[in-house]
């Protein structure tokens, strides 16, 4: 157990659905990630937030819609998806953003967009 | 920007076999590089951690180099064992703070 959780865990979704992905850490740090993870590629960093502020927006699509209400949770929203955005999307938090310090990751949320 | 490649993609070896994993990376101004492991269906694990000064780092039966000045480093798994098996991945921290990964290299330890 990493203290991050993901859900869900497995979404299907249409390329005309509205959904959203959540995660949530128990270990008091102030950072979160949200990864992308395709099929033989390396991870890609998608969106960081420090202390509740979006710090880095790595040229993601307007149809992925980071949210970050408290430092405990970070949400996806996902809307109007592509079948190449089917993924496996995984948070991760840290301490902070700058110290040397690991991150910690979720299991992940396996997409399928049809 | 900052490229980390993995060879090999694939690596298949009886138990008790040493294990030696490869990842390069193109800009050597790193402030940190991690080992991960994945299993499947489930999110990354940090195995070993060097900072930019330290040469190498161990736990166990895992060791890991770092040659900076090369771009390189070394994963080390002594005796493998099934429990092995799995994606190993390679991040490189920059001096952006930002992880750059590897595609991983995907092991499997024969009973």
């Known amino acids: 157990e990493t203290g991050v959780t993901q859900t869900p865990r497995h979404l299907v979704m249409g390329m005309t659905n509205k959904k959203s992905l959540k995660c949530e850490q128990h270990?008091?740090?102030?950072?979160m990630y949200w990864y992308k993870q395709s099929a033989k590629k390396p991870l890609e960093l998608m969106f960081v937030?420090?202390?509740?502020?979006?710090?880095e927006n790595n040229s993601v699509p307007s149809r992925f819609s980071p949210e970050c209400p408290n430092s405990s949770h970070l949400f996806l929203h996902l809307h109007t998806l592509q079948p190449e955005d089917s993924a496996l999307y995984l948070c991760?938090?840290?301490?902070?953003?700058?110290?040397?310090?690991?991150?910690?990751f979720g299991p992940g949320t396996r997409l399928l967009v049809l | 920007k900052q490229e980390v490649t993995q060879i090999p993609a694939a690596l298949s070896v009886p138990e008790g076999e040493n294990l030696v994993l490869n990842c390069s990376f193109t800009d050597s101004a790193i402030y940190n590089l991690q080992w991960f492991r994945q299993d499947p269906g489930k999110g990354l694990t940090s195995l070993l951690l060097?900072?930019?000064?330290?040469r190498e780092q161990t736990s166990g039966r895992l060791n890991a180099s770092l040659d900076k000045s090369s771009g390189r480093s070394t994963l080390y798994i002594a005796a493998s064992q099934p429990g092995d098996s799995a994606t190993y991945l390679c991040?490189?921290?920059?001096?952006?703070?930002?992880?750059?990964f590897g595609a991983g290299t995907t092991v499997t330890v024969r009973a």
């Open positions: 937030y420090s202390l509740e502020e979006r710090v």
């Open positions: 060097i900072q930019s000064s330290q």
């Open positions: 270990l008091g740090h102030n950072a």
């Open positions: 991040a490189v921290k920059g001096n952006d703070y930002k992880l750059s």
């Open positions: 991760a938090s840290s301490p902070s953003r700058t110290l040397a310090e690991t991150q910690y």
